[in-house]
Nanobody, 120 residues
């Protein structure tokens, strides 16, 4: 069955970096679009980034453009989110999710999430 497992979260100081990983099983990663979303306490889910299945087009929320980079390693069936210049407002639970339609339009499968805390 489709399974997504996130890792790489933790506590980091403002200005620091983290790399999140989303390991997929049960499907070929390059056949689905994969997105990263986050939820901060008391706030709605926010789409952070996504990579499509077909040509690997990438999308970013305005709040993370220039700081976050999404990438995909098909051989490892893993998607990464490199997060640089982290700010306290990036604190949230980060989820990866899969869209079988390949277009970042909506997600049918979700991981369990990984906590990212940005604090001094």
């Amino acid at each position: 069955q489709v399974q997504l497992v996130e890792s790489g979260g933790g506590l980091v100081q403002p200005g620091g970096s983290l790399r999140l990983s989303c390991a997929a099983s049960g499907f070929a990663l390059d056949s689905f679009a994969i997105g990263w979303l986050r939820q901060a306490p008391g706030k709605d889910d926010e789409g952070v980034s996504c990579i499509t299945s077909s040509n690997g087009s990438t999308y970013y929320a305005d709040s993370v453009k220039g700081r976050f980079t999404i990438s995909r390693d098909n051989a490892k069936n893993t998607v990464y989110l490199q997060m640089n210049s982290l700010k306290p407002e990036d604190t949230a639970v980060y989820y990866c999710a899969a869209d079988p339609r390949g277009s970042c339009g909506g997600y049918d499968f979700w991981g369990q999430g990984t906590q990212v805390t940005v604090s001094s």
